[in-house]
């Protein structure tokens, strides 16, 4: 089973930084996009940076310049490291990441899983 745990959410005052983390586990064999999606009350989830697993990446517009994704395949790892934070920016964050898995031999599926979701609020 695999499962995607998200960390590294809280309180903080605008302009200030949060690094969020995203640790995939379980039966993996191979994990191509990963991302991190913001829904905020009463607004459609939407994206807000994605990467490849060879590192390309994308950002909504409204982030690009103070948001930066990086992941270590090693390690099946995804992070978003957040600066100069706006009171818009306060969300329920969730990681999000296509996942291959073994289902039998030499037989592989890719599936999309989602975390659990970290808040951030920014505040003063």
């Known amino acids: 089973q695999v499962q995607l745990v998200e960390s590294g959410g809280g309180l903080v005052q605008p302009g200030g930084s949060l690094r969020l983390s995203c640790a995939a586990s379980?039966?993996?064999?191979?994990?191509?996009?990963m991302g991190w999606y913001r829904q905020a009350p009463g607004k459609q989830r939407e994206l807000v940076a994605a990467?490849?697993?060879?590192?390309?990446?994308n950002y909504a517009d409204s982030v690009k310049g103070r948001f930066t994704i990086s992941r270590d395949n090693a390690k099946n790892t995804a992070h978003l490291q957040m600066s100069s934070l706006k009171p818009e920016d306060t969300a329920v964050y969730f990681c999000?990441?296509?996942?291959?898995?073994?289902?039998?031999?030499?037989?592989?599926?890719?599936?999309?899983?989602w975390g659990q979701g970290t808040q951030v609020t920014v505040s003063s």
């Open positions: 999000n990441a296509d996942i291959v898995v073994g289902v039998a031999a030499l037989t592989f599926r890719a599936s999309e899983y």
């Open positions: 379980g039966s993996i064999f191979s994990i191509n996009a």
């Open positions: 990467i490849t697993s060879g590192g390309i990446t």
